[in-house]
């Protein structure tokens, strides 16, 4: 549970108070910061998670992972990173209903911390619904 000074920083950071970054660290990263959001625009991790999400989830999560007839919302009940991606990797069967496991699809296994890193900033109210902008980033030599 976070402490109150967790959550007034976390308040400070999406309220703005000039600062204009906003950066989340969720349980299970130990230290690798999920996405981050500077005036508006995503890094590229957050950037491919939105194109891998929508090029393989939303069919059944629906459009931003807002949920469907076919999947649960993604956004309102995000787990933890490590239970995120033992579902996605060997799939759940609950109520009913059924996931498979994309452990061997390249279009998703190997791209799942972008993917929850997209989900979180939805999740976190940090990033709307849509095609968001990207980062221009500076290229290490």
């Not at 929508?54 to 807002?66: F, Q, R």
């Not at 309102?76 to 990797?89: G, N, T």
């Not at 996931?99 to 390249?106: E, H, N, T």
């Not at 968001?132 to 500076?138: A, K, N, Q, V």
């Amino acid at each position: 549970m976070p402490s109150w000074e967790h959550c007034f920083l976390l308040a400070v950071l999406v309220f703005g108070f000039g600062i204009g970054a906003l950066a989340v660290e969720p349980e299970g990263f130990a230290g690798v910061r999920s996405y981050q959001i500077v005036d508006g625009k995503v890094d590229g991790r957050t950037y491919n998670g939105y194109r891998h999400f929508h090029a393989s989830c939303n069919h059944c999560h629906g459009p931003d992972g807002m949920g469907s007839s076919f999947g649960p919302s993604l956004i309102d009940r995000l787990p933890p990173i490590e239970r995120f991606r033992s579902i996605v990797l060997g799939g759940i069967s609950k109520e009913g209903a059924i996931m498979k496991g994309f452990a061997g699809d390249p279009n998703v296994s190997p791209h799942l911390d972008d993917i929850y890193a997209y989900l979180q900033a939805r999740a976190d109210g940090a990033l709307g619904r849509g095609r968001p902008d990207r980062l221009e980033e500076r290229l290490e030599k």
